[in-house]
């Protein structure tokens, strides 16, 4: 039995503090976009699906339609996405999630969170061949996540008041490159490394006794120590000293990095979006606002 369509959704994620920190075991803190959506609809068609292999949402459809016991599925897809690609935002993952859910959807068959948490790191493989299972893991949960790599997941509470400003760049991350990069300047790359996870456990801290201000001042120390990584780029450090010089409480680049959005920090509404509209002057190609 089937409907006449499948619907599924999901939400979009950032990184709060820890990228590139996170690799060598140190720390990570991510946080759910909940405004900033995919809508999967699953339609029917006159043709067979067929799997496009290098594709994650091709992958995500087939890894349900093989979990169901689907041969052959006459359906479509439509994706509609406030999730720019490769910008650190999870676009893959989210846009994973919701077409598992349009399936399951359309195909009138209940899907229980870990199930949907296996078949959408099974289609993450193909976006990013061995994925932490952070950027799932965010765009499935309602709660900030805390990763520790070879330790695990934990969830926790933000209730700040404040506001998150992302500003995107308009230009590709390149997480591999700029992983590569880090590795490249070996043990120079230490102390950097180690500063990002001290002041990912100082953000940590910071967040259960709402101290906005050590948060906005560890941001913008790890886009220092990013900076000096050799990740960053001129565009994302431009945002960055723009938002830090008008009212931001501090400012960073976010995810792989080398392109990609950076976040700002901003303790009321009208502020942020008076930064919004600014960064948006200031050469950046969209910029979203989240209450944290």
């Not at 594709?55 to 406030?82: H, K, N």
């Amino acid at each position: 039995m089937t409907k006449k369509v499948g619907v599924g959704r999901a939400h979009s994620k950032i990184i709060l503090i820890g990228e590139h920190a996170v690799v060598y075991g140190y720390p990570a803190l991510a946080l759910p976009l909940n405004n900033i959506e995919v809508t999967c609809r699953i339609l029917p068609s006159n043709h067979t699906w067929v799997l496009y292999e290098e594709d994650t949402l091709s992958m995500a459809v087939f890894a349900s339609l093989e979990f169901l016991g689907i041969q052959e599925a006459d359906i479509r897809c439509e994706i509609e996405s406030m999730v720019p690609e490769k910008r650190g935002m999870g676009s893959s993952a989210a846009v994973s999630i919701a077409a598992i859910r349009a399936v399951f959807d359309y195909y009138e068959q209940d899907l229980d969170k870990e199930t949907l948490e296996i078949l959408a790191n099974r289609a993450e493989m193909i976006a990013h061949m061995n994925p932490s299972g952070l950027d799932a893991k965010t765009c499935l949960s309602d709660r900030a996540i805390k990763f520790i790599k070879n330790v695990g997941f934990s969830e926790f509470e933000t209730n700040l008041g404040a506001y998150l400003v992302i500003a995107d760049t308009g230009i590709y991350g390149h997480t591999r490159e700029a992983i590569q990069k880090v590795e490249s300047i070996g043990r120079r790359a230490l102390p950097h490394l180690h500063q990002l996870g001290k002041l990912t456990n100082e953000v940590e801290v910071a967040l259960k006794i709402k101290d906005l201000e050590a948060i906005g001042m560890a941001m913008s120390e790890a886009h220092l120590s990013l900076k000096s990584l050799g990740v960053s780029c001129s565009e994302a450090d431009k945002l960055v000293s723009i938002a830090q010089a008008n009212g931001a409480l501090g400012a960073k680049m976010s995810g792989g990095g080398l392109g990609g959005c950076i976040i700002a920090l901003v303790a009321n509404k009208e502020k942020a979006s008076w930064l919004s509209q600014l960064l948006r002057e200031k050469g950046a190609v969209h910029t979203w606002i989240e209450s944290l």
